[in-house]
């Protein structure tokens, strides 16, 4: 049967049909009609960005297309290189994997002296279009007419990064690892651009996508502020985005229509709204903006009063596919304790994850807990001389395996060793910090990039919990299904997670409609079982929308009830969804 998975899902806008505008010729003539329609004898521009732009691209249109009499760039007013490369050093450190969660903002960017003298510069203009570019560009401002924001998609970022094109936040990097790159981009750029943004989001005049280079777009603020208003009264999906990998399998492939010239998809990640990006579709012109935008300017009505009093602007769950179907097994690993995450990175919380079983192959296993007797410090010593010296580490010496088929559920608290082995589809349920794994032994491969892959023994061993052994997994986190609730043509079982996890699963099988009530906390769903399914509000709230296999949905807390049917070819056939909420 073929695919029907939507790669490219969107949120529709009405009423906003000429509010959106591609290509550059077509925004700057739009930027140029804005302009003269102001009457000040002096008309600043603001044109502030995220991390990541193309600057040159931009730079070329602003000043070739529009008309200015003076143009500024903020980062002429940043510290050197130098001084920041040392002031971001603390949290960057020299792990090559982790760092710590900055609490740096866009004004330490700045050379303070050089700031006050830019800004009284500009301050002083009596009249003409002043343009000020660029990242923390509204700081060179007291004031301005018209502001204008450069916003990036974090899968973008990283893609530019890997062909080596942009340099990290303030520094001159882009020849770097990509690693490397990437390790200073989560722990300090992002963080300090999503401060600066968050300052800006309603006095925005105009997002420009740039995220596809070839076809930029212009899209007015208040059509994606109602954009926004409308992802939070319905169900959506953020814009699930794929990856190869050293263990990559062939299953989504087929499933999800990818390109079958590439070697293996490893991940898909599509819902993880830090990362992923959500379209607003305006009369046909689709905008993309990163979805955590969304929870930025609506944490209450998405994820609900208690979760955002627990969680803050942070969306709490993620869902994601791990595909090692006639690939390899995963990394053997461990996540941390919430103390130790706290301790070493800044974070509030660590990842419990679970892996829901999508489809499996006779041979399918995970790895999952250690073996009843090991000699833990042998196996430590064991793992750091495969890394070091080279040669195999026996992992099925001292890790427990346990066969999985088809719909199994297996939880997976914070400092249980474990991996998924190949021939497995994996919906990986979780909670968000997701850079937080501690690979202890990677099967003697390299990445993609033919380097080693980062193995992290030293944090590992600090976090494996000793008592997680054969015993104790197949008691607590092995097959836990448990009927909660039945009714004509549905029932609701419970799976999980461990008691020690925030995130409560429940899966409902059904041929008929199943009602659902958010109960004001944030859903996440995945099609588990059946072709598609439709998606409607009991009283007409939101227009009726349609799930197909595989696909992840989030239904914002706001929404209250909704239903959830078998449709098209699903009709009269069974269907199962997983849906995910944070425990109250």
Known sequence: MSSNYDKKPSVPVYGFKHHCWSGWADIGAILNDKIACLSNEKVVVVVDCYHGVYHEDVKSMLRNKIRHDHFFVSTDSFRSTID????????????????????????????????????????????????IYGEGATRLAGTWDLLIYVDMARWEIQTRFRRNEINNLGVDNKDTDFALQYKQGYFVDWRVCDRHKQTLMDRIDFFLDTNDRENPKLVAGEAVLEGLREAIK????????????????????????????????????????????????????????????????????????????????????????????????????????????????????????????????????????????????????????????????????????????????????????????????????SATPYIFTFKLWDWDRKGLDGKPRPINIGH????????????????????????????????????????????????????????????????????????????????????????????????????????VTPHGLSEGCQCATIKAYVRT
């Not at 799976?495 to 009530?517: A, M, P, Y």
């Not at 995945?526 to 998606?535: A, D, Q, R, S, T």
Request: with cysteine; hydrophobic share 40%; net charge negative.
């Open 84 to 131: 920041i490369s040392e002031l971001v050093y603390p949290d960057v450190t020299d792990d090559r994997v982790f760092g710590f969660m900055t609490s740096l903002t866009i004004d330490d960017y700045f050379d303070q002296e050089q700031l006050k003298h830019l800004s009284a510069e500009i301050e002083a203009m009596t009249d003409g279009v002043v343009i």
């Open 234 to 429: 319905r169900p959506f999906r953020v814009v699930p985005f794929f990856d190869p990998g050293p263990w990559g399998g062939q299953w989504m492939k087929e499933v999800c229509d990818l390109d079958r010239s590439v070697e293996n998809f490893a991940w898909c990640f599509d819902c993880v709204p830090e990362e992923n990006s959500l379209l607003l579709s305006y009369d046909g012109i689709s905008v993309e903006i990163p979805a955590i935008n969304l929870v930025f300017k609506y944490p209450r009505e998405l994820l609900g009063d208690t979760v955002y009093a627990r969680f803050g602007k942070e969306f709490p769950i993620r869902f994601d596919l791990l595909d090692t179907m006639d690939g390899g097994n995963l990394s053997l690993q461990v996540h941390p304790t919430t103390q130790y995450i706290r301790e070493q990175f800044g974070m509030e919380y660590t990842q419990d994850e679970s892996y829901y079983v999508l489809d499996a192959r006779q041979d399918a296993h995970v790895y999952l807990g250690l073996k009843e007797g090991i000699d833990f410090q042998q196996m430590i010593t064991d793992l750091k001389r495969a890394q070091h010296e080279g040669g195999l580490f026996v992992a099925d010496q001292y890790v427990a395996t346990w066969p999985v088929k088809k719909h199994d559920h297996v939880h997976i608290p914070e400092g249980t060793i474990h991996c998924s082995g190949r021939n497995c589809m994996v919906l990986e349920i």
């Open 460 to 563: 590992g061993e600090q976090v494996i919990n000793k008592s997680r052994t054969t015993k104790w997994v197949e008691k607590n986190i092995v097959a836990r299904v448990k009927k909660v609730a039945e009714g004509d043509g549905w029932t609701e079982e419970q799976t999980g997670l461990h008691e020690s996890q925030f995130i409560e699963t429940r899966r409902h099988w059904f041929t008929k409609t199943v009602w659902h009530d958010t109960q004001g906390v944030v859903n996440v769903l995945n099609l588990v079982e059946g072709k598609e399914v439709i998606v409607k509000s009991p009283s007409g709230a939101f227009e009726p929308y349609i799930i197909h296999y595989a696909e992840t949905f989030i239904v914002p807390a706001a929404v209250g009830a909704y239903t």
